[in-house]
C-alpha cells in the first residue's frame, strides 16, 4: 500500500491527477479545483470544485483524511456543507453542494455511524485506496454499512432488558 506522507500531499496529487481521477472515478472534478480555501467563520476546505451552468452552482467540498477518520471531520464537513448553501442559497436560481469526506478508513464505533447514517443525502464518506500496481481508487460508502455488522435487533434490546430486571434470564 502507498501512503501519503500529508494531506497536503494528498492535495497536491488529486490536484495534479484530476484528469486521471475523473476517468477512472465518479469524481468530475473541473479545472476551477482549488485547494486550502478559507471559509469564513467555518474553517479552511481542504478542496473545493465548482461548476456554473446557466442559473445552476454545483459545488463540491472535498475534505482528506491522511489517517482513519473520524466524527470530529464529518461534523467539520457537515459544517462546511451547510455554510455553503445558507451564504449562496439567494445567489444562484438552483443550488447543489455535496460533501465528500475522503479518507483510506473510518470509525466504525462510537457516533460516527449513525451520524454517517443520519446525514443528508448530499454528504459522502469516501474511502480511497492506493495501490503500487492499480494507482488509486475511490469508493463512496453505502449509507448503511455500518448497520449490517452492528445492527441491535427488538429482540436483543427485549433481552438485554429483561435479564437486567430479572424478568427472563438471558
Do not use: W
Not at 121 to 137: A, F, M, S
Amino acid at each position: 500500500m502507498i501512503k501519503f506522507d500529508s494531506e497536503s500531499e494528498l492535495q497536491q496529487f488529486i490536484i495534479d491527477n484530476r484528469e486521471g481521477i475523473n476517468k477512472k472515478s465518479f469524481f468530475d472534478f473541473s479545472d476551477k479545483l482549488t485547494r486550502e480555501i478559507g471559509l469564513s467563520g467555518y474553517g479552511r476546505v481542504d478542496l473545493i470544485d465548482y461548476k456554473i451552468n446557466g442559473t445552476h452552482l454545483h459545488i463540491d467540498i472535498i475534505e482528506l483524511k491522511n489517517v482513519r477518520s473520524s466524527y470530529s471531520e464529518l461534523a467539520q464537513l457537515c459544517r462546511y456543507v451547510s455554510g455553503v448553501k445558507l451564504s449562496l442559497e439567494n445567489d444562484f436560481e438552483s443550488l447543489t453542494v455535496n460533501g465528500y469526506l475522503v479518507a483510506p478508513e473510518f470509525d466504525d464505533h462510537s457516533d460516527f455511524p449513525y451520524f454517517y447514517n443520519n446525514t443528508d443525502e448530499d454528504i459522502y464518506l469516501v474511502q480511497i485506496e492506493l495501490d503500487p500496481l492499480t494507482g488509486v481508487d475511490f469508493s463512496i460508502v453505502e449509507k448503511d454499512f455500518f448497520n449490517r455488522s452492528s445492527m441491535l435487533t427488538f429482540e436483543t434490546i427485549q433481552k438485554t432488558i429483561n435479564h437486567k430486571t430479572g424478568l427472563i434470564d438471558a
